[in-house]
């Protein structure tokens, strides 16, 4: 092969690579485009959040939406293939809520509000990988029924009979 096949062969490569690295585009080679989700939670998740605040308010600070892998990694031990499936398993996914130690911040539970959707199977199976994760790794989850009203006593035994259990 001569001297200038291969020097345009290794031009093409390179503007190959320079695109795939620099020229992140949509099909139309247009960058993507982003818009503002105005609000964080669903309405059911915002009205929940408020009566969950009345009740835990005094001990814990609650925070919405974190993502499963920010609190939950594989436990070591795995091949680094099997931990990067584990991981994948669960990077994409959130909790509704996570419950902290109001003063160290240390995770304590981990709350989902179930509307209709769990009924799915493939809601189903998201809610069986995270009641399996949270197991594992002793990590008490609360599921609550979305509903349109809440008691801020039944929420608070609720937490605490979830936390009792865990902690014996």
Known sequence: MSDSVLFFIAAILLLVILKLVF??????GQPYK????????????????????????????????????????????????HWQIAFNKVSAKHFDFVLCNKQTLEVVAV?????????????????????????????????FAAKSSYQVTE?????QAELTVKSH
Do not use: M, W
């Open 34 to 81: 982003y818009v503002l989700n105005k609000t964080l939670f669903t309405p059911a998740e915002r009205s929940f959040l408020g009566v969950l605040d009345l009740a835990v308010a005094d001990q814990y600070r609650i925070f919405g939406k974190v993502r499963i892998a920010d609190i939950l990694l594989p436990a070591k031990g795995l091949s680094k293939s």
């Open 111 to 143: 709350i989902e509000l179930d509307d209709k959707s769990h009924q799915k199977a493939k809601t189903q199976h998201r809610d069986s990988l995270i009641a399996s994760v949270c197991a594992t790794a002793g990590l008490p989850l609360v599921r």
């Open 155 to 159: 929420i608070q035994q609720q937490i």
């Open 23 to 28: 020229g992140k585009s949509n099909a139309a």
